[in-house]
T-cell receptor
Framework: GQNIDQPTEMTATEGAIVQINCTYQ??????LFWYQQHAGEAPTFLSY????GLEEKGRFSSFLSRSKGYSYLLLKELQMKDSASYLC??????????????FGQGTTLQVKP | DTGVSQDPRHKITKRGQNVTFRCDPI?????LYWYRQTLGQGPEFLTY????????KSRLLSDRFSAERPKGSFSTLEIQRTEQGDSAMYLC?????????????FGPGTRLTVL
């Protein structure tokens, strides 16, 4: 079956670093994505990993270990505007070249002053 | 604005009524996806088009749901005989075809409330 797990909620302090973990078990794998979603808004793309290792983009970094079915999103120098839901998604390769994304339930991050 | 647009943004309807939503993807994107998202959950895949061809439908998409993309540009999602369980945010996303298809761009969504 398809299963993507991430914590439901996290709280962190402004200026700090937070790591949001994601584990997955899917029939196929063709990349892992992180999206940010503010309440009532559309998801916006943050990062993409298809090979093992760390991808860094400004204050955000994402790590992937395919053998462990594990990824994390690292947010540095947290700002109040980072309060949002963070969605982990796997692109499923099983259904040919569809490119459809299988999402986890999302992690709601609250940044406190 | 050259992003993905959806219309309407909100729709309130009574159980049993039919509703239709529209999605306008980014113009050069030939892939278009529909997802459904309920409160506290991540989006769930519904269906996918490459140009005008509907290539995959989720088992979540019952016979009451139909989607079209007649000219390979905008798409419509129709729900017939709506039920309260259809209440959700309906998201549309578009992307390029492989190999340049790594990012799906999402529209703002249509929030459906079935009374």
């Amino acid at each position: 079956g398809q299963n993507i797990d991430q914590p439901t909620e996290m709280t962190a302090t402004e200026g700090a670093i937070v790591q949001i973990n994601c584990t997955y078990q899917t029939s196929g794998f063709n990349g892992l994505f992180w999206y940010q979603q503010h309440a009532g808004e559309a998801p916006t793309f943050l990062s993409y990993n298809v090979l093992d290792g760390l991808e860094e983009k400004g204050r955000f970094s994402s790590f992937l270990s395919r053998s462990k079915g594990y990824s994390y999103l690292l947010l540095k120098e947290l700002q109040m505007k980072d309060s949002a839901s963070y969605l982990c998604a796997v692109r499923d390769r099983l259904a040919g070249n569809t490119g459809k994304l299988i999402f986890g339930q999302g992690t709601t991050l609250q940044v406190k002053p | 604005d050259t992003g993905v647009s959806q219309d309407p943004r909100h729709k309130i309807t009574k159980r049993g009524q039919n509703v239709t939503f529209r999605c306008d993807p980014i113009s050069e994107h030939n892939r278009l996806y529909w997802y459904r998202q309920t409160l506290g959950q991540g989006p769930e895949f519904l269906t996918y088009f490459q140009n005008e061809a509907q290539l995959e439908k989720s088992r979540l998409l019952s016979d009451r749901f139909s989607a079209e993309r007649p000219k390979g540009s905008f798409s419509t999602l129709e729900i017939q005989r709506t039920e309260q369980g259809d209440s959700a945010m309906y998201l549309c996303a578009s992307s390029l075809a492989p190999p340049a298809h790594n990012e799906q761009f999402f529209g703002p969504g249509t929030r459906l409330t079935v009374l």
